[in-house]
């Protein structure tokens, strides 16, 4: 007869197992098994996976898993409801110490427990040591069965005499691993991964851990093992599709409907709008909803760590997703943009048609965020607060990767694979279908063949477990109630992911951290320093006209989410003038929408007509030029034309950004005869109802494009009014970054202001301004380490520098050794001394000798020393270079007397066409054609601007072997602009030789 499997190792048991759920409900439904039991070891990770394949498959299935007591191993399985809130209650005391069978007692009435035939491999074959070990089981279970593994033949005869003579149940157990025997290669490579451990790629071995056939079955086991597999799948009453009761805890002692009505209303009398009517009736829908769907306890908890982050001092963003749609939000502080101003929709976020817990992300300073995560573990208990877990997957490359590594492939051919694929996101086989150069690979080598089925074997596999990177669990009663949990360095974490933790009622809240908020937290810090200004970042002023100047001539580094080139074209066709235009462009720069730029600029600039289907829509669109942008813009037209409630319509825009066909042709349906009962013609129906499919697909949330506009135009105030702020904190993160500190210097250019070199009698190791110049940090010059930068800053807090003998010999004394004081003089940090840098290598070298003897108490020693006198070296400007990665005391192309050639910087604003000019190569990056052919992708530089260089195949055929980086050259082709920017199509090289 045919059994149920109920020892069973999936890959969610991590690197254990090589069986897919796939792979095992499929088999078990092509036999037609009608219950599938799991049983990992130590964790329930599988679970939402399980429930979900196994509704696929249409098969009962089982949730058990493997257990340590006292050193056994048993298998658990609970029978109901019950009996998964006690194996909760054990998982929650193994994640204290280790399981005991009293525990087993205290939690086992709706458990069924088996004890694996291989628990008792090290035992002694005895009658007595037998009646004992299991015993100790029997008189701590309810429901207690043998499981019998395929063991040696000693052990099965001898556990089914023991059995019959002491009345204890045997079930039919075998282990499994994988779906066929074959598939034990796939285990060997996982365990390979596990132990860091290789194998020849041609084994073929199979191995005892696959789902056994019914012969195989009916010729080990009794009728009655394999009846029993039955019973014990009949006993089980558990599916796991219980949802968890809202169970909302609070921050404090107080009614919450009281509280959230004094908190709203008061908000709406300091903000002077409690005698608004518009505002009061929105105030009144909102939380009337928002307590029929037994809300108010969640806006309550956010709203409180929201505010405490603010009490610390920790810079909160404007809002995130659709919650700033939200009066309630914004009143109780926890969104910043007013949604009647920027005419955002409630129901957008909630509304009673579409129940779901809503979803209030909030944006934190990166650096503080886990200072919040602590204060709601400290409010709500740590045992009722959660990390999310995560899996990590192989993916393609990765599991190429591992499979060069398992069978200890030559990394040439496991490099050749990967390159192949590109930078897709395709798994093995779309790669095959879709990437002629891989799919070239693996038909023409049978090796590269070999590698690929192999390592198909383990692609999607998990992993490991990870953290969740913001959301976490919060809840009224201790988590392990309700909820598996274990322990990843020191913080408690779901063994369910955040799909099935929202599905089942969870509260999830996300706290995001954004390194954006701590830049302009530390630019604020530095305006109150150095002002005495306090700015209020939460009520800051958007309609200034001299922040979008800044914005529309392109100074947009630093800026959120306008620093790309594709950005700034898209911000030099819409020219913004505004903050709608702002968030307009946040919402039009994407795929899809991207194509309506130039339109809406067009529109905007009155060049093109601005048209409406009828009157009634032109409140909805006028503030976009009749283009549709905003998914809240769809659903006002429905309302307006078909009389949908807001909710309604919200259903609508959901089916519509789903793909749902048939929900679509029940809304199209409705708003037709909407429309019909509200007067509008067939043709005007249709034509607004087509417009709706094609842009609401890709329409943007108005809410999250409002108040990330709002964090944008916040950075654009800061950069118009605070520049030396702006920058001395922009420039810490880009000294590394050649591209993007040209770009700094560009701006800074613009604003006449300077980067001044480094000085050892004024640097430190930030950016600062002094005078009219940022200055440059001691910390950034190449080759000198940030110890040393320290101890250069506090000798001099000690005691001026008096001399550049004072300086060696302190600094010397002090540990700076002889190499960073080159880098210093290269750099020009001891220019104040003396800016003959080669006359000061000179001294220090002369110095050197002294220095290391270490008899001196001070630097007198080193005045009596005599210093031969030379000129500065040709080379002074290339050195700072090397140092400082850019020249801060003069370029040097000025050198150079190229007549009738203009260098890079004096072209950027020519017409297109043939053009010659000069500069430094700064990048080069090869790359292979269509064709095979290789060309090249550059930029050159002279030091104020940059520009992009095109080598096709044949002109970089002649000039490849001359490209080196940070020579000049002499360029000439075709100037031309592309995507906003100036590129050069090379067509003659020539290299300038240093003199």
């Known amino acids: 007869m045919s059994f149920i499997p109920l020892n069973v190792f999936t890959n969610y048991a991590l690197l254990q197992s090589a069986l897919t759920l796939d792979d095992y409900l499929k088999t078990l439904k092509n036999r037609n098994i009608k219950a599938a039991g799991v049983s990992d070891p130590d964790t329930l990770f599988s679970y939402p996976h399980f429930a979900k394949k196994s509704r696929e498959?249409?098969?009962?299935?089982?949730?058990?898993?493997?257990?340590?007591?006292?050193?056994?191993?048993?298998?658990?399985?609970?029978?109901?409801?019950?009996?998964?809130?006690?194996?909760?209650?054990?998982?929650?005391?193994?994640?204290?110490?280790?399981?005991?069978?009293?525990?087993?007692?205290?939690?086992?009435a709706n458990l069924i427990v088996i004890i694996p035939s291989s628990a008792i491999h090290n035992l002694e074959l005895k009658e007595q040591i037998m009646q004992?070990?299991?015993?100790?089981?029997?008189?701590?279970?309810?429901?207690?069965?043998?499981?019998?593994?395929?063991?040696?033949?000693?052990?099965?005869?001898?556990?089914?005499?023991?059995?019959?003579?002491?009345?204890?149940?045997?079930?039919?157990?075998?282990?499994?691993?994988?779906?066929?025997?074959?598939?034990?290669?796939?285990?060997?490579?996982?365990?390979?991964?596990?132990?860091?451990?290789?194998?020849?790629?041609?084994?073929?071995?199979s191995g005892p851990d696959y789902i056994l056939s019914d012969a195989e079955l009916n010729n080990y086991y009794s009728e009655n093992e394999l009846k029993n597999t039955h019973l014990i799948s009949d006993l089980i009453n558990f599916d796991l599709s219980v949802k968890h009761d809202l169970n909302f805890p609070l921050p404090g002692a107080y009614d919450p409907n009281k509280k959230i009505d004094e908190l709203t209303l008061n908000a709406l009398k300091a903000k002077g709008l409690d005698n608004n009517k518009k505002y009061i009736e929105r105030l009144t829908h909102e939380l009337s909803i928002i307590r029929n769907l037994g809300y108010v306890n969640y806006f309550l908890i956010v709203s409180d760590y929201v505010n405490f982050a603010k009490k610390a001092g920790i810079l909160v963003g404007y809002g995130r997703g659709s919650a700033p749609g939200s009066l309630v939000s914004y009143l109780l502080g926890i969104t910043h943009a007013d949604p009647l101003e920027h005419n955002l929709l409630f129901e957008r976020f909630l509304n009673p048609e579409r129940v779901s817990l809503p979803d209030i992300d909030i944006d934190f300073m990166d650096i503080r965020r886990g200072e919040v995560i602590d204060y709601i573990k400290k409010t709500y208990g740590e045992d009722k607060v959660a990390n999310i877990v995560t899996f990590q997957t192989n993916a393609t490359k990765a599991s190429l990767r591992d499979t060069g590594n398992v069978f200890n492939i030559d990394p040439k051919f496991i490099n050749r694979l990967s390159n192949s694929l590109g930078n897709t996101n395709y798994n093995f086989r779309d790669a095959y279908r879709n990437i002629k150069a891989f799919r070239d690979l693996v038909d023409n080598d049978t090796y590269n063949l070999e590698i690929i089925k192999n390592a198909t074997k383990i692609e999607g596999f998990p992993r490991q477990s990870g953290l969740h990177a913001a959301g976490i669990i919060i809840d009224g009663e201790p988590l392990a109630k309700n909820l598996p949990t274990f322990f990843n360095n020191g913080l408690r974490v779901t063994q369910y992911e955040m799909g099935f933790l929202e599905e089942h009622g969870f509260l999830k809240v996300d706290i995001l951290g954004l390194s954006n908020l701590t830049?302009?937290?530390?630019?604020?810090?530095?305006?109150?320093?150095?002002?005495?200004?306090?700015?209020?970042?939460?009520?800051?002023?958007?309609?200034?006209?001299?922040?979008?100047?800044?914005?529309?001539?392109?100074?947009?580094?630093?800026?959120?989410?306008?620093?790309?080139?594709?950005m700034r074209k898209a911000i030099a066709t819409i020219k913004p003038t505004n903050f709608d235009d702002v968030s307009a462009l946040l919402a039009l720069y994407r795929p899809g929408p991207m194509k309506y730029i130039d339109e809406y600029a067009l529109r905007k600039e009155g060049k093109s007509p601005i048209t409406y289907i009828n009157d009634d829509l032109i409140d909805i669109l006028k503030p976009t030029y009749g283009i549709m942008i905003y998914q809240e813009q769809i659903m006002q037209i429905a309302a307006t034309m078909?009389?949908?409630?807001?909710?309604?319509?919200?259903?609508?825009?959901?089916?519509?950004?789903?793909?749902?066909?048939?929900?679509?042709?029940?809304?199209?349906?409705?708003?037709?005869?909407?429309?019909?009962?509200?007067?509008?013609?067939?043709?005007?129906?249709?034509?607004?109802?087509?417009?709706?499919?094609?842009?609401?697909?890709?329409?943007?949330?108005?809410?999250?494009?409002?108040?990330?506009?709002?964090?944008?135009?916040?950075?654009?105030?800061?950069?118009?009014?605070?520049?030396?702020?702006?920058?001395?904190?922009?420039?810490?993160?880009?000294?590394?970054?050649?591209?993007?500190?040209?770009?700094?210097?560009?701006?800074?250019?613009?604003?006449?202001?300077?980067?001044?070199?480094?000085?050892?009698?004024?640097?430190?190791t930030e950016f600062i301004r002094t005078n009219n110049s940022i200055n440059f940090p001691l910390s950034a010059i190449n080759g000198l380490n940030r110890e040393s930068a320290n101890i250069i800053i506090r000798l001099r807090e000690q005691k001026a520098f008096s001399s550049v003998q004072d300086f060696f010999f302190r600094s010397f004394k002090a540990g700076v050794t002889a190499e960073e004081f080159i880098a210093l003089i290269e750099a020009g940090a001891l220019d104040s001394f003396n800016t003959n840098r080669a006359q000061l290598k000179v001294m220090f070298n002369t110095y050197l000798p002294t220095l290391d003897i270490g008899l001196f108490d001070n630097e007198a020693a080193l005045h009596a020393i005599i210093v031969p006198e030379i000129k500065e070296s040709d080379d002074r400007l290339d050195l700072e270079i090397s140092r400082l990665r850019f020249p801060l005391s003069g370029n040097p192309l000025d050198k150079l007397k190229l007549k009738d050639i203009k260098r890079v910087s004096h072209i950027l604003e020519l017409e297109d066409g043939y053009i010659k000019t000069y500069g430094v190569l700064t990048s080069l990056r090869l790359i292979k054609t269509k064709k095979g052919d290789e060309m090249a992708f550059a930029t050159a530089s002279d030091y104020e601007e940059e520009i992009n260089l095109v080598f096709f195949p044949h002109v970089l055929a002649e000039v490849k072997g001359m490209l080196t980086r940070n020579n000049i050259y002499i360029m000439a082709g075709k100037l031309e602009t592309r995507d906003g920017q100036k590129q050069l199509v090379v067509n003659t090289l020539e290299r300038v030789q240093n003199e």
């Not at 079930?171 to 194998?199: C, N, Q, W």
């Not at 043709?683 to 409002?706: M, Q």
């Not at 944008?712 to 702020?725: F, G, N, Q, S, V």
């Open 519 to 566: 830049f302009v937290h530390n630019i604020i810090s530095l305006v109150k320093e150095n002002h005495h200004i306090d700015i209020d970042f939460y009520n800051l002023k958007f309609d200034d006209p001299r922040i979008y100047d800044v914005i529309r001539n392109g100074h947009t580094l630093g800026l959120f989410q306008l620093e790309s080139a594709g």
């Open 132 to 205: 004992k070990y299991f015993y100790n089981f029997a008189i701590n279970t309810t429901s207690l069965y043998i499981g019998l593994e395929r063991e040696n033949a000693e052990l099965t005869s001898f556990l089914r005499e023991f059995s019959d003579k002491y009345n204890y149940a045997l079930v039919a157990f075998p282990l499994i691993k994988y779906a066929k025997s074959e598939d034990h290669k796939t285990l060997l490579m996982i365990e390979a991964i596990r132990e860091g451990k290789s194998f020849s790629i041609y084994d073929i071995s």
């Open 57 to 108: 498959f249409h098969i009962k299935p089982l949730y058990g898993v493997r257990l340590n007591f006292e050193g056994s191993s048993l298998v658990i399985y609970p029978q109901n409801e019950k009996g998964y809130r006690e194996l909760l209650a054990l998982l929650e005391v193994k994640n204290k110490r280790e399981l005991t069978l009293q525990d087993l007692k205290e939690n086992s």
């Open 642 to 764: 078909a009389g949908f409630s807001l909710g309604q319509a919200d259903i609508l825009r959901r089916a519509i950004g789903r793909k749902d066909e048939k929900i679509i042709l029940e809304q199209k349906d409705a708003f037709f005869a909407g429309a019909k009962k509200r007067g509008y013609s067939r043709k005007d129906t249709e034509k607004v109802f087509d417009d709706i499919l094609r842009f609401a697909d890709y329409g943007f949330n108005k809410s999250h494009s409002v108040v990330y506009a709002m964090l944008t135009t916040a950075l654009a105030y800061l950069k118009t009014y605070y520049p030396y702020e702006f920058y001395q904190e922009i420039l810490r993160g880009l000294v590394s970054d050649n591209v993007k500190f040209s770009l700094a210097r560009q701006e800074l250019k613009a604003l006449n202001i300077k980067i001044s070199r480094p000085c050892v009698l004024k640097s430190t």
